[in-house]
């Protein structure tokens, strides 16, 4: 899979969200997105899932424009949006009974991925009476449902107890052993745990994009990484 950003900018009204951001991806790994609030990385990863028209530049998916190609490439995409919506009054397997018939995908890869992120036991209860890290998985099965090849999760681990973070994290892993993810997040130490590259933006704009070896170990938390290379 390869995935191309050339050039794109967005704005919402007359603020500036993107500022000519030029990212490439050729290979499957796990890519942290990091930046304060505000940097733009929600409007970044809203930009590639398509949910987000793409005014200025393009956003290409094996060369494929994901505009112009809009159902085929979102097919290839899984998106966790940051706040994670869900249908709270339905049941879990309601509900991803329903992501899978968007998809047409089967009941056999449904009881599948139930089993991959851990959500057995809560199959048969309501979203609503789950606890933040079980929706969070259910959040996490509909984006790979249909096995796509790039996964963007919006800060996957917000607001989740440490236990929960931990687990989370081992089903992001594995999912990342063949597959390509762009999580974002906050904490430096998810970052250094899971990702092979760092992508830093600070006011719509990329200011490093790096190997985590780059990382490893320089930095106590993401705000002393922006100081170094933004000051
Ligand atoms: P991040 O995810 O890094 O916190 P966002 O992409 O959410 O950053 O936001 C980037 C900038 O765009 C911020 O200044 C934010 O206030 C602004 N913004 C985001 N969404 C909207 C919107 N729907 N309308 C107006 N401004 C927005």
Same mark, same amino acid.
């Given at each position: 899979?390869?995935?191309? %950003?050339?050039?794109?900018? =967005?704005?919402?009204? #007359?603020?500036? #969200? ?55 490439? =979102? ?32 009941? /056999?890869?449904? !009881?599948?991925? %139930? ?39 919006? !800060? ?9 973070? %931990? !687990?989370?994290?081992?089903?992001? =892993? #594995?999912?990342? !052993? ?34 985590? /070896? ?8 993401? /705000? ?8």
């Amino acid at each position: 899979m390869s995935l191309q %950003i050339k050039n794109l900018s =967005k704005s919402y009204g #007359a603020q500036l #969200a993107l500022s000519d951001i030029n990212i490439q991806i050729e290979k499957n790994e796990i890519i942290g997105l990091l930046g304060p609030n505000g940097a733009g990385k929600s409007t970044l990863m809203k930009s590639i899932a398509g949910v987000l028209d793409i005014e200025q530049g393009e956003i290409l998916l094996d060369n494929e424009s994901i505009k112009a190609n809009e159902i085929r490439t =979102k097919n290839r995409i899984g998106y966790l949006p940051e706040h994670n919506p869900l249908y709270q009054e339905m049941y879990v397997r309601e509900y991803l009974n329903f992501v899978a018939s968007l998809h047409n995908v089967s009941d /056999e890869r449904i !009881e599948k991925v %139930i089993d991959l992120v851990g959500i057995t036991s809560e199959k048969t209860k309501k979203i609503h009476q789950l606890s933040k890290g079980y929706k969070q998985r259910i959040g996490l099965a509909q984006a790979i449902l249909h096995q796509p090849d790039l996964l963007i999760l919006d !800060e996957p681990t917000n607001g989740l107890d440490p236990n929960q973070i %931990i !687990e989370i994290r081992q089903i992001i =892993k #594995a999912i990342g !052993e063949s597959k390509t993810v762009l999580l974002s997040t906050h904490i430096m130490q998810e970052v250094e745990t899971l990702c092979s590259r760092v992508i830093l933006i600070h006011k719509g704009q990329v200011v490093q994009d790096a190997p985590i /070896e780059d990382f490893r170990g320089k930095y106590r938390n993401v /705000e002393d990484a922006f100081v170094h290379y933004t000051k």
